[in-house]
Every structure is written in C-alpha cells, then in structure tokens.
C-alpha cells in the first residue's frame, strides 16, 4: 500500500495529459472523497449542526431509561415499605378481634340483657365496662340490647355517653344480631372520632341472643407512625373513601367517584355522620399492574405520586403507599443531563479536531496531505470512542462491582471472625504438612490433613447453618426436637457471642423435647431474643446469657435471660408494639421483637418479658408439645 501512495507524489510535475489516466484511477479508489471535502468545507459544519440536533432526542431516551429503572427502584422500596404498614395495621386489629365475644359471656352482662331495669345490674356493668376499657386501652366499650339501645357503657359517666342511645341503625348491630358478630369502620355519631367497631352477639344459656357487646377501637392513632419520607400514606374503604391518612386534608375523600348505591349506603349507616365526601385532587392512571397507580395532581400544591396498595385480610380495607415521584423526575434528569454533557463534549471535540484537520488540509498539498490528515484523523477519532467506550464499560462495571461488594459485605460482617480462625489454621497445618513430606514423616503429615479436613468441614457447616437460616421458609409447623433447634441457633448466634465476649449457657432435660414448630422461625425468635440479650450485656458486669427449656404440662417453656440493668418500667409495656424501638437510628425499625411476638403466637403461645428481683431481664414463652405418635 505505501508504493501506491508515494507513487503519485513522484508524478506530480508530469503533463497532466500523460498521468490523467492513473491519477483519475487513484481518486477514484482513494482521493475523491477528500477532494470533496475540500470543495465542501461546511460540510463538517452541517455535520456537527445534524449532530447537535440529534442531541435532544438522545437527551429523552437517557431520561427515560434512567426513569424506567429509578421507577423500578421505587416501586421495590414502596411495596417492602406498604408490607410493613399493613401489618402493622394487622396486627392492632388483631388484637381486639376476641374481646367482644369474651365480654359477652361475662354473668353481669347477660344479666343485665335479662333484667335491664335492675340499677345495681347496670351500676356493676358499668363500672366492668369502664375497667375492660382501661385495661384493653380501648376507645370505648358498650352493650346494646336487642333493640340497639344502650343500656351499659365505658363512658358512663361522661357528659356525651353512650348509654341510652340507640344504635340500632349500625351495621355492626344489625350483622351481629344476624350472623353472631360484625365490623365495621365508622364516625362515631356522639364522640365524632374515627373509630373500627367490633361486635358480638350476648346469648343466654338456651342460646338466645339477647343484645350486642361492642369494642370501639381508636385506629387513628397509626397515622402518628407513618413519618416515612418522601412517602405519604391513606386507607379507604369499601367505597374507596379514605379514612386514615397521613395527610390530614385527605379524609372522607374519594379516590374514585363512589357509586350511588355505595353513597346511599354511607348515608343510611351514617358512617361518616356529616361529612361532606369529596374527591381526591388527582387523576389517576392505572399502570400494566392492577395494584399500581399514578397520581397525577390535578393542581400545583401536590406533587406527582407512584401509588402501590394492598388489601387488608378480612376487613376490606385498602392500604394505598404514595411515592413522590419528583426525587425520581429530578435524578433522571440529571442522569440524562450527564450522560447528553458527555456525549456533547466529545462530538464538540470531535469537530473541533476535524475543523483544524480540514484548516491543514486547504493549506497543504490536497492529495498527500489530505491522506495524511484523514487517516490521523480517522485514528484519533477511533481512539476516541474507543476511549468513551472503555470509560463507560469501567463506569458500569465499577457500579456493578460497588452493588456485589454492598451485598457480600452485608452478609460476610457476621462470619468474618469464625471464618478467618479455621482459614489460618488450614494455612498452618498445610505448610507444614509440606515440611513433613518433605521430611517423610508422613504420619504428622496425615494427622495435619485429618486437621485441615475437619476444619473445612467445619466452615461448611457454619455456611450451611446460614444458608438454611437465610432460606424463606413456609408457614408449616412439624415436630421438631427443641434440643436440635438450641443447636442450631447457637451455631447461628456464635460468630457474635465470641465477637463480643458473652458466654451463652443452654439448660435443657437429659431426654428429647419435642414440640410442633416451625424449626426455622422458632430459629428466629431465638436468635432475636439472644441478640437482643447480648445488647443488652454492654453495661452489665456479667457477660452471661441463659438459654432454657423445661416441660410443663402439654407445652414446652422456653426462657432467654441476660444479666444487665433489666428493662425500663416506662419501655416493657411497648415492647412488642410494632416499629418501637430503645436502639439509635439506624440500628433497627422495632420490629424484631413485634415479629417474634407474631410466630410464638402462631405457635399458640405468647411472649412475656419481665424483670429479674436480682437483676436482669427474662423473655419466655410457651410452645405446644408434639402429639405422641400412635404405634
């Protein structure tokens, strides 16, 4: 290739007549183009004006692709975000989902339904209403005869009470009149409070119903929790009202135009008394998923939402989480922003390079020259993308790399102590099971292997002990030996137990405890209880923690106690409430010890603490035993 493009510079003084026929073969090949070009000389000017144009096209494609991924994001953190909020809401309702029925076997209150003019009846009533009230921490507590009149109350002695008031227009009367029990979610008519009514019918011996018992439950009081930023919060009912709400001014508004059959029905049940039902200020647009929305505000003083929801089980509530969508707008911006910046620069470069190139070329020697200066440029410009290119992929691989390292180091904090110890132990026992072999003593050579082995079969079962624990686990509950599941947790707790100096002692009967569990989540429950014990040893002088089962009647007992200050009198009673929490930010949501509550009573028992006369604190509870096998 070189003797072709010297040979036409030697040429250059001859005739033209006489080397017209090879220089017009050489331009055709290789020359036409850059005489074009020197013709031209805006034509890289129009180039670079195409190119500039192009720009906002590429602009809104990184805008929308960055969209599309941070929504994804969103939508993630939204949905894990929603979980956590219904069941929290789940678990208030939960709570006094057996009072009514309880109450309504107590002898005063039926003999108060058979004898309703007796004053001492209604006296005694009164004053086991207003103690129930106070003990379940309840909004109000009530008893209807067969007619909706109230003829006992908790508020007896207030000066709106409900006593001698009629409620017979309620759904939750008339449901429990029919069915035996009833819910439903109302304003109160007299109190004006927001409150979820719980009812259960009041029969005799001969199983005649005779009135109704009422719990009201003050729900409200679960907006106070629902700070999360950057979200906002709303629950509405069958008539996709809303009746909770972090925003205050979204109350007893629709988030779609109720029907005419749903607003006659708000109006015979009075459900929301006086209340004026508006719209919600947005237009809504459903996404490909049936619990996604958008909320569109149909004015300025509300920003744009990413609406995800979840039905409350049994109730017929709707739990919607919003999202502000601007962070997400604003950061897709400036992603499309950066990444067109880049892109600009360098096309400006780019022109910039080709500009001066085209400069030299019309001062220079066309033929020669031009080669010349086209191929650097042509080089240049390679190494250019090339170069945006490779710093593009490194970018990309970096924040992959950043995302992997996040994740493995989350998961290898735990571990890293116990894995270490056996890895330098390996490494010491292979170095010098080499020098052994090497001085044919090959009996301590194979002790030393016997000892590498056992250690690696060791950072197997700690690795394996983790990935069960980690695995999601169902909802069945098998006989299990309790002993087997001790093991297993103090496998899972070691790592720490070590980390910070806290001896763990187990105290279990000689003989097999077996109990119908799920082995997994009691796991969980232990290892909670546990990390909570060794947090709770960082100003105790005995770094000592207790693990013991005994075996009462048909149930196994289990305790975890710890030798610190104990617990604060102001602390135990809201220590299973649900995101209650004595640690500093960032170090828990206060669901640990609310979750654990959930699994022992899934298990049919219930989880206690208390504090110890000799110091400490004691979290116990009951599981039931496993049914003997019939042989």
């Not at 919003?322 to 604003?330: E, I, M």
């Not at 190494?383 to 998961?411: F, I, P, S, W, Y």
Request: aromatic residues 8%; hydrophobic residues 40%.
């Amino acid at each position: 290739m070189s003797s072709n493009l010297t040979e036409p510079t030697k040429q250059t003084h001859h005739p033209p007549k006489k080397t017209s026929s090879y220089k017009i073969n050489r331009t055709s090949v290789y020359n036409t183009p850059m005489l074009e070009v020197q013709q031209n000389p805006r034509l890289f000017k129009r180039f670079a004006l195409v190119w500039l144009l192009v720009l906002p096209v590429l602009f809104y494609a990184f805008f929308v692709g960055g969209r599309g991924w941070l929504s994804t994001n969103l939508f993630v953190s939204s949905n894990q975000t929603l979980s956590l909020y219904v069941t929290g809401l789940q678990e208030i309702l939960n709570k006094y989902k057996a009072l009514p029925e309880i109450y309504a076997e107590h002898p005063v209150i039926v003999g108060l339904l058979q004898s309703p003019d007796d004053a001492d009846l209604q006296k005694q009533a009164n004053s086991l209403l207003e103690k129930f009230n106070i003990s379940a921490e309840s909004a109000d507590t009530y008893v209807l005869d067969a007619q909706g009149l109230t003829l006992a109350a908790s508020n007896w002695n207030l000066p709106k009470t409900f006593v001698g008031r009629s409620f017979s227009f309620r759904p939750y009367f008339q449901d429990a009149m029919r069915s035996g029990s009833g819910r439903f979610f109302a304003l109160g008519t007299t109190s004006l409070q927001r409150g979820y009514y719980l009812s259960s019918a009041i029969k005799d011996a001969l199983g005649t119903v005779l009135g109704v018992m009422v719990v009201k439950v003050n729900v409200a009081t679960v907006e106070q929790g629902w700070t999360a930023p950057h979200y906002e919060v709303l629950v509405t009912d069958q008539a996709s009202i809303v009746f909770l709400s972090s925003r205050p001014e979204w109350l007893y508004n629709a988030v779609h135009d109720p029907s005419s059959e749903a607003l006659a029905e708000l109006g015979a049940t009075r459900r929301y008394a006086n209340k004026t039902i508006g719209r919600l200020p947005f237009d809504i647009k459903a996404a490909a998923e049936p619990w996604v929305n958008t909320f569109k505000p149909q004015n300025k003083s509300s920003p744009p939402y990413l609406a995800t929801h979840q039905d409350v089980e049994g109730v017929g509530w709707r739990v919607w989480i919003l999202a502000d969508r601007t962070p997400l707008t604003n950061s897709a911006l400036a992603y499309a922003g950066g990444l067109t910046l880049l892109i600009t620069l360098g096309a400006i470069a780019i022109v910039s390079l080709i500009e001066r190139r085209l400069g030299l070329l019309r001062a220079l020697d066309v033929q020669q020259r031009a080669r010349e200066v086209l191929e650097n440029s042509a080089n240049e410009l390679e190494l250019q993308v090339e170069k945006r290119t490779a710093d593009l992929r490194r970018a990309q691989n970096e924040l992959v790399q950043a995302g992997k390292m996040a994740a493995l180091g989350q998961m290898s904090v735990g571990i890293n102590h116990e894995l270490n110890q056996p890895l330098t132990a390996i490494r010491s026992y292979a170095d010098n099971a080499g020098k052994f072999l090497d001085q044919g003593r090959k009996g301590e050579a194979a002790e030393n292997l016997s000892l590498i082995s056992a250690l690696s079969e060791r950072m197997g079962d700690i690795i394996l002990r983790l990935k069960i624990f980690a695995r999601e686990s169902s909802d069945e509950r098998t006989p299990q030996v309790l002993q087997a599941v001790f093991k297993d947790t103090r496998r899972i707790v070691d790592p720490r137990l070590k980390k910070d100096r806290v001896k763990l002692d187990v105290e279990v009967p000689d003989s097999d405890i077996t109990v119908l569990v799920n082995d997994v989540r009691l796991e969980q429950v232990l290892v909670n209880l546990i990390n909570n014990a060794i947090d709770a040893l960082e100003q105790g002088d005995e770094r000592r923690i207790v693990l013991k089962a005994t075996v009462e009647a048909k149930h196994a007992h289990v305790a975890v106690r710890d030798f610190g200050s104990g617990i604060p009198g102001d602390v135990i009673d809201h220590l299973f409430e649900p995101f209650f929490t004595t640690k500093k930010v960032g170090l828990g949501l206060g669901l640990g010890l609310s979750i654990s509550s959930g699994i022992v009573s899934e298990f049919g028992g219930e989880l206690k603490a208390q504090n110890l006369v000799e110091g400490g604190a004691v979290f116990s509870f009951n599981i039931p035993l496993a049914p003997k096998s019939k042989d």
